[in-house]
């Protein structure tokens, strides 16, 4: 890297970027090496709380620090609601980031970056102020319903934690990827992703907000971080590479070099792991299309001895078999249900006679069964979810875990429905963890519960995030858009998932398929891009298509063939 001064104003010259603050506007220009100004980078943030917005109203000088490694320019400015506020680049030799610290107290709600508020410069006026680029394709790992992995950056998007089928909210698929977007064209990408220490991930959505050729990045922290001194907020980091992938890439490796999240590990994983998988939701939907019910009603013990048998009869010999929803009497106390399983345990230790393992479907949050005061709950006393801080829902949960591992001799756990963490301001829980740390409390507890019952219990969940890389042991691609292109959706989320954490198996799911030629697609693309899954005995349940032999000789060959490359590379 290379510091230089042009008046008076310092410039940071390194092998990827430029960065120079402007001469006469609260602006630092990002340069390409090649010297072609690629964004105009708003200094002043917007740090706002629950007792109003936050308005920059003077600025001083750039001030310069260097370090081994790395040049840190530094601008202190005077707030309406903070003591003080302090903005840094932190320039390294391929990489920077943009640091916000604010003194004062107040609860965080929105934090903007590269945008916000100011009056401190009456030639430019006062309101609130954006940010310039030439971007001209924009980069979401998030898959939505829309499967649009790339989109026009004169648009927004969002990154979040929870999500449902409605209007734009539908997020669910991943609970979260990684809080980064990537932005540019041909071979010149940046990637922006958010850099928090352990225990600093309070946040639960990431938004890049457009308009008129201006841009900035929303940071949601809902109201429940409370400051009183002095904080440092979440850095995003830039990082720069060839495509977009890479640049997701680049972030997550940056979140492991600082410390952020795990590095992969190399232990050896237990064989079975990467058995292929048969779960019955598929097939619990078809019976219940045929039916005129839910498909949950049909999580019973003899169906589901029917749909193995069914797959055996063909010489489909799946290495794990998932229980799906719902086998359970209540989804937070996780007690089989009689009426459906008349002996659980029975028809586990008959699995495992056949050389299988077998997983329990799990609906993470939800509080059926529950007492309140166990809950996560609204201003109106509504139980909205469990609630992982609390001390007695825990033991609750440990315990239930412990008679699912023990009592049922299960085999580990399909945790689904990540995305119904609570995300809402004004919440009541027992203790103030919030955002990403909220998903990773959850998660932590099933994991360490769940590896002190069977150290080789499997841990399956769609939240490839790297700071979850070390709560979960598979990681779903989750279900599957019927209306789009299948194969090209699932290779993206396993491309994500793969770079998020490397060290998780994917699970690669079957479910819902638009028809019996796309389902056969996919049976094929499965082995390249992790664990084959099947959901479907002997019909696909959204056609009524009935599985034939040329069908079941398709997933006998793919299974052979996954199974003699693993049997290679292990």
Same mark, same amino acid.
């Given at each position: 890297m290379q510091l230089t001064f042009e008046s008076t104003h310092p410039c &940071?010259?390194?092998?990827?970027?430029?960065?120079?603050?402007?001469?006469?506007?609260?602006?630092? #220009?990002?340069?390409?090496?090649?010297?072609?100004?690629?964004?105009? @980078?708003?200094? @002043?943030?917007? &740090?706002?709380?629950?007792?109003?917005?936050?308005?920059?109203?003077?600025?001083?000088?750039?001030?310069?620090?260097? *370090?081994?490694?790395?040049?840190?320019?530094?601008?202190?400015?005077? %707030?309406?609601?903070?003591?003080?506020?302090?903005?840094?680049?932190?320039?390294?030799?391929?990489? =920077?980031?943009?640091? #916000?610290?604010?003194?004062?107290? !107040?609860?965080?709600?929105?934090?903007?970056?590269?945008?916000?508020?100011?009056?401190? *410069?009456?030639?430019?006026? %006062? !309101?609130?102020?954006?940010?310039?680029?030439?971007?001209?394709?924009?980069?979401?790992?998030?898959?939505?319903?829309?499967?649009?992995?790339?989109?026009?950056?004169?648009a927004s998007s969002a990154i979040d934690l929870g999500g449902v089928p409605l209007p734009g909210k539908a997020s669910w698929f991943f609970t979260p990827p990684p809080f980064a977007f990537a932005f540019g064209s041909g071979k010149r990408w940046v990637g922006i992703g958010v850099e928090a220490v352990p225990c600093a991930n309070r946040y639960s959505q990431l938004t890049y907000r457009a308009q008129n050729g201006g841009f900035a990045f929303d940071l949601s922290f809902d109201g429940y971080t409370h400051v009183d001194g002095t904080y440092t907020l979440p850095a995003l980091g830039f990082d720069f590479a060839p495509d977009a992938y890479a640049a997701l890439g680049c972030h997550v490796q940056a979140l492991r070099d600082q410390q952020y999240a795990v590095s992969p590990h190399t232990a050896d994983l237990p064989a079975w792991w990467n058995e292929p998988i048969y779960c019955g939701w598929g097939s619990q939907c078809h019976v219940a299309a045929m039916a005129g019910e839910r498909a949950p009603d049909f999580a019973r013990q003899p169906l589901y001895e029917e749909f193995l048998g069914a797959l055996e009869h063909h010489g489909i010999v799946? !290495?794990?078999?998932?229980?799906?929803?719902?086998?359970? @009497?209540?989804?937070?106390?996780?007690?089989?249900?009689?009426?459906?399983?008349?002996?659980?345990?029975? =028809?586990?230790?008959?699995?495992?006679?056949?050389?299988?393992?077998?997983?329990?479907?799990?609906?993470?949050?939800?509080?059926?069964?529950?007492?309140?005061?166990?809950?996560?709950?609204?201003?109106?006393?509504?139980?909205?979810?469990?609630?992982p801080t609390n001390p007695a829902f825990e033991q609750r949960f440990r315990e239930s875990i412990r008679v699912m591992l023990q009592d049922y001799d299960a085999d580990g756990f399909k945790l689904d429905f990540t995305a119904r963490i609570p995300t809402s301001p004004g919440l009541r829980l027992y203790e103030n963890v919030w955002g990403l740390e909220l998903m990773k409390r959850y998660l932590s507890i099933l994991y360490s519960a769940a590896k002190s019952v069977k150290r080789d219990a499997l841990v399956m969940a769609h939240t490839p995030h790297p700071y979850l890389a070390d709560v979960l042991d598979m990681i779903r691609l989750n279900d599957v858009n019927a209306g789009k292109p299948v194969n090209p959706a699932m290779t993206h989320r396993a491309r994500v998932a793969a770079l998020a954490c490397p060290s998780a198996l994917i699970d690669t799911d079957n479910w819902q398929m638009p028809d019996k030629a796309a389902w056969r697609a996919y049976v094929q693309l499965q082995p390249a891009l992790g664990v084959p899954s099947l959901y479907y005995a002997t019909h696909i349940d959204s056609t009524g298509e009935a599985l034939t032999e040329d069908d079941y000789a398709l997933v006998r060959a793919a299974w052979a063939q996954y199974r003699k490359e693993q049997a290679c590379t292990g």
């Open positions: &940071v010259r390194a092998s990827t970027y430029s960065l120079a603050p402007a001469t006469d506007r609260p602006y630092v #220009i990002l340069f390409d090496p090649q010297g072609k100004r690629r964004a105009e @980078l708003f200094a @002043l943030a917007g &740090v706002h709380t629950l007792t109003g917005r936050d308005d920059t109203v003077a600025v001083g000088a750039w001030t310069v620090e260097e *370090h081994p490694g790395e040049i840190c320019l530094s601008l202190t400015v005077a %707030s309406s609601l903070w003591q003080r506020k302090t903005i840094r680049f932190r320039c390294q030799a391929e990489r =920077f980031s943009y640091e #916000i610290e604010v003194e004062g107290r !107040g609860d965080l709600t929105d934090v903007t970056y590269f945008g916000g508020y100011s009056s401190a *410069h009456v030639r430019w006026g %006062s !309101g609130h102020f954006w940010s310039w680029h030439d971007w001209k394709r924009g980069f979401n790992p998030e898959p939505t319903s829309q499967e649009q992995v790339y989109f026009n950056p004169a799946p !290495g794990i078999v998932v229980l799906d929803d719902k086998w359970q @009497l209540t989804y937070g106390d996780n007690r089989v249900d009689p009426a459906k399983w008349h002996d659980l345990r029975g =028809f586990i230790d008959a699995q495992h006679a056949a050389g299988r393992k077998v997983l329990l479907w799990l609906k993470a949050w939800d509080a059926e069964g529950i007492p309140a005061d166990e809950c996560i709950t609204n201003a109106a006393g509504v139980k909205l979810a469990v609630d």
